[in-house]
């Protein structure tokens, strides 16, 4: 089985519906995915001097809602609740595998002095929840020694938006057993580096959908030339082997 461990899905500010990236996926062979709402349905990242407000709230809530739902109906998601400012733990559900967490340097911030974000974080490490966290890279260092060291990381693209590969394998982050890591966007050099130095046992496929797309994101890991047994492990294997069966399947 191949997961795509990093896509995107929504149908409010942009069109990224799940019509639309299915074929894509299945172009890839991929018989599943890791979806969350896309960037633009749970803040505006353009806007430095964001606001959390009502209707932004509401919209985030639709946009969790819709990867729920169809995880439900197709039994192919795997769906992960898109975290904000708001912190709302009530929202986690049975249905959620996972959580994204996610900004760039020059977005709104998290704040992180909240004490719903500690409420939050500590929900989400009751439930086993794999975190994908797209930081800084001060505050992917803040988060996975200090807010939550017990909770299980997924750090995308190779660790490119959290400070970069090299950095990260430079200070040990990458030697430890809750850090995981997705390909989505990563080169082969860095993803061979990776491999000869930690193995591929925490290492899963992914594209970034609408970023990158599933059939032409998969060629770094068959690149690898792996032995099919591995190869099998990165492209889906692992994923399944952290998260469990999608949403709606046994």
Wanted: with cysteine; charged share 25%.
């Amino acid at each position: 089985m191949i997961v795509d461990a990093h896509v995107h899905c929504g149908i409010q500010n942009v069109e990224h519906s799940y019509e639309v990236v299915s074929p894509l996926l299945a172009e890839a062979g991929a018989d599943a995915a890791v979806m969350f709402p896309p960037v633009e349905d749970v803040y505006d990242r353009h806007d430095p001097t964001f606001t959390d407000a009502p209707d932004w709230q509401a919209c985030r809530h639709r946009a969790n809602e819709y990867v729920v739902n169809l995880a439900q109906r197709t039994g192919c998601v795997y769906p992960f609740l898109f975290v904000w400012n708001d912190f709302r733990a009530d929202l986690l559900q049975n249905a959620h595998k996972g959580i994204k967490w996610h900004r760039h340097p020059d977005e709104p911030a998290y704040d992180y002095d909240d004490a719903r974000c500690r409420e939050m974080l500590e929900a989400i490490v009751a439930r086993k929840l794999p975190i994908t966290l797209e930081e800084t890279h001060e505050n992917t260092v803040l988060l996975v020694d200090k807010l939550a060291p017990e909770a299980t990381f997924i750090l995308p693209h190779l660790g490119r938006s959290n400070g970069g590969f090299a950095r990260l394998a430079a200070e040990g982050l990458w030697d430890r057993p809750n850090v995981w890591v997705d390909t989505s966007m990563a080169s082969v050099q860095d993803t061979a580096a990776y491999v000869e130095r930690y193995g591929i046992e925490r290492l899963m496929f992914g594209s970034d959908y609408p970023f990158g797309v599933p059939a032409e994101q998969i060629r770094t890991v068959r690149a690898l030339k792996l032995d099919s047994q591995q190869e099998a492990a990165v492209l889906g294997g692992n994923a399944m082997r952290l998260l469990g069966s999608p949403t709606g399947k046994s």
